[in-house]
């Protein structure tokens, strides 16, 4: 669609009857992967994409245990990797090597781990669950900020993001670890539509304000991350 630069472009997405409407993808601005309508401000060439599905016809994507990537199908029970049309459920083991998932739904519970994004490496994870993430047992989820397209994204504005359009839910011992980007003290941006934290489980944040990075420019001299 041409558009002059700074023009505002709304897109909506009505599915046909049967199908029903997930998320974008590609060039969505981080926190409105699930936004419908979507306004879009005209900067440079972007790609698009909605993605929908048939009602009823997720599939059960499970992680087989063991350390490895998410971008691995050897370690799915599916010899495939998860789209935004399927649900996931990891109960064991590490599950590393991804920076932007989306899925229908994602379940973490016995002692998994799930890595989105790496603490200072120099990307942002992004996270977008269309349904309900549900972390119980002693499982993990870790979500890393970082830069988004070289901008210095701030605390305010965030430079991570976990999207939840259903229940985000943690129970028993189970721990969220959002960790700020330590250079531009962006923080992890987590919105749900009903958020449940039990009282032995937690939040834990990481990386709050930043820490000495003297070779950068501009610089950040502030007392080490803590």
Not at 1 to 12: L, N, S, W
Not at 97 to 114: H, Q
Not at 175 to 190: E, L, S
Not at 203 to 213: D, K, M, P, Q, T
Request: charged letters at 20%.
């Amino acid at each position: 669609v041409p558009m002059a630069p700074g023009e505002v472009t709304t897109f909506r997405v009505i599915p046909d009857a049967g199908y029903e409407f997930l998320c974008w993808d590609g060039d969505v601005e981080p926190g409105k992967m699930m936004t419908n309508p979507l306004a879009i401000v005209a900067k440079g060439v972007r790609t698009i994409k909605p993605i929908g599905r048939q009602v009823g016809a997720s599939q059960v994507f499970t992680w087989n245990g063991g350390e490895g990537e998410w971008t691995d199908p050897a370690m799915w029970n599916r010899s495939a990797v998860p789209t935004a049309a399927d649900s996931v459920v990891i109960d064991s083991g590490v599950c590393t090597g991804v920076v932007r998932a989306i899925v229908s739904s994602l379940t973490l519970f016995g002692n998994a781990k799930l890595h989105i994004a790496e603490r200072n490496a120099g990307d942002y994870g992004n996270l977008t669950v269309v349904g309900n993430l549900t972390l119980s047992g002693s499982a993990e989820l870790d979500v890393s900020a970082g830069p988004i397209d070289g901008d210095k994204y701030t605390l305010a504005t965030g430079c991570g993001f976990v999207t939840v359009g259903g229940t985000f839910e943690i129970k028993d011992t189970a721990k969220f670890a959002p960790c700020c980007d330590q250079y531009t003290g962006g923080g992890v941006v987590t919105t749900a539509g009903r958020f449940v934290l039990e009282r032995t489980a937690s939040v834990e944040a990481i990386s709050l304000g930043y820490a000495r990075f003297e070779d950068n420019d501009p610089q950040t001299l502030a007392p080490g991350a803590g």
